[in-house]
């Protein structure tokens, strides 16, 4: 049974044209994780909550929010997506610190 | 921020050998976790080793840990095609946050 599921897999958007990834889980887990990861490269964190809290990356573009509307649900929100916004994004849960980190299958996005 | 760098970049080899990947790190962890993500797709957990174990086994996957080095390997026995995959390390700081290696692209030949 699928654990962390994300949706689209694969989303095609236009330049500028916001676009929003939705991230659910099923574990009831307190950690919630956004990653962005290019072509070749690491998962790069985005953000995360923990509960309610939010932690944002020094170096997360502003370009990116994301909301936790309840434990379930996370979702990344690209305002103005650019070129360089293309990758795959993935989303991650942890019952809490120490724990197996758990990614869903990702988000392929396309920015034409 | 990257912490943990991994050694080799890139490894090819023959189905039915090991295969031994190696991560470094920088500051004091928690625990250390290992990851396989096939091409295109999302990440799977592999083993996770906290900082008071030294070795820990799951099938044909070995991993050691060495806090002293700030290191740590993954061995994969007995290799088969379906291992062909790219491999990362993620080090688990104080905080609540993995900081994953750049990643060993693995090709088991057939």
């Known amino acids: 049974d699928a654990m962390v599921i994300q949706n689209p897999r694969y989303q095609v958007t236009q330049f500028g044209k916001p676009v929003t990834l939705s991230c659910s889980q099923t574990l009831n887990h307190n950690v919630m994780y956004w990653y962005q990861q290019k072509s070749s490269q690491a998962p790069k964190l985005l953000f995360h909550y923990y509960d309610k809290d939010f932690n944002n990356e020094a170096d997360t573009p502003d370009n990116f929010q994301s909301r936790r509307p309840n434990t379930s649900f996370c979702f990344l929100d690209i305002r103005s997506p650019g070129l360089g916004d293309a990758a795959m994004y993935l989303c991650?849960?942890?019952?809490?610190?120490?724990?197996?980190?758990?990614f869903g299958p990702g988000t392929r996005l396309t920015v034409l | 921020s990257q912490q943990g760098e991994e050694d080799p970049q890139a490894l090819s080899i023959q189905e039915g050998e090991n295969a031994t990947m190696n991560c470094s790190y920088k500051t004091s962890i928690n625990n250390l976790q290992w990851y396989r993500q096939n091409s295109g797709r999302g990440l799977v957990h592999l083993i996770l080793?906290?900082?008071?174990?030294r070795e820990k086994h799951s099938g044909r996957l070995r991993v050691t840990l060495d806090t002293s080095k700030k290191s740590s390997s993954l061995l994969i026995t007995a290799s088969r095609a379906a291992d062909t995959a790219s491999y990362f390390c993620?080090?688990?700081?104080?905080?609540?946050?993995?900081?994953f290696g750049a990643g060993t692209i693995l090709r088991v030949k057939s």
């Open positions: 993620a080090t688990d700081e104080n905080g609540n946050k993995l900081v």
């Open positions: 080793i906290r900082s008071n174990e």
């Open positions: 991650a849960t942890r019952k809490s610190v120490l724990d197996t980190q758990y």
